[in-house]
């Protein structure tokens, strides 16, 4: 299929029983085994909701949400952190709710030609309504293998823990070593 059909065409649907997930493989054998064998039990025991990415009935990627806090004091961003600190009056401990993506993939035979970006962009914009309409929630946050930092921090603008700079400096040779070593890492809602 060509890229630019399953932009124009692709649908979210929420993952059953019935999808085909037999030809689903994508860059990370983790993420390939977590939709094949693990996202449908974890959403029926209500610990996250994965929406499968389709067009013409072909999966071609999906992403899995659930819910997430953090403490402002653990924030890179000093700006954004003093910021909620003044204007609700609470300390640097206090929990924000936020809302996790826990998995995000696409299949292998559609990455890396921009249809990830794509989806990924209409999820953010999801999770904007969602705050906006049905729950309150100040931040995304993601842990992120090291090799889709660049796709998380430098494309869609997240931000990283003050605590992993160490880690953020030595990234080429953590992506060599051990290419699916996480970062936690965090988006403001308000930033989208």
Known sequence: MDIEYIKENYIFEKLNENH????FECE????TKFLKEDALNQQNMNLSLTHVVICDETVVGYVSILTDAMKLKILEDKET????RTKLNISENNVIPAIKIGRFAIDRKYA?????KHVFRNVLLSILDI???????????????ATAFGFYVEKHKFKYL?????KVDDLD???KI???????????IKSI
Request: aromatic content about 8%; cysteine-free; proline content about 2%.
């Open 20 to 23: 085909n997930l037999d030809d």
């Open 28 to 31: 990370s054998r983790d993420l």
């Open 81 to 84: 952190k003093d910021k909620i």
């Open 112 to 116: 890396n030609k921009g249809l990830g």
């Open 131 to 145: 705050s906006e309409n049905i729950v309150g929630l100040r931040f995304i946050t993601v842990d992120a293998y």
């Open 162 to 166: 003050k605590k992993d700079q160490k």
């Open 173 to 175: 040779r953590i992506i």
């Open 178 to 188: 051990n290419p699916e070593r996480s970062f936690s890492l965090y988006k403001d």
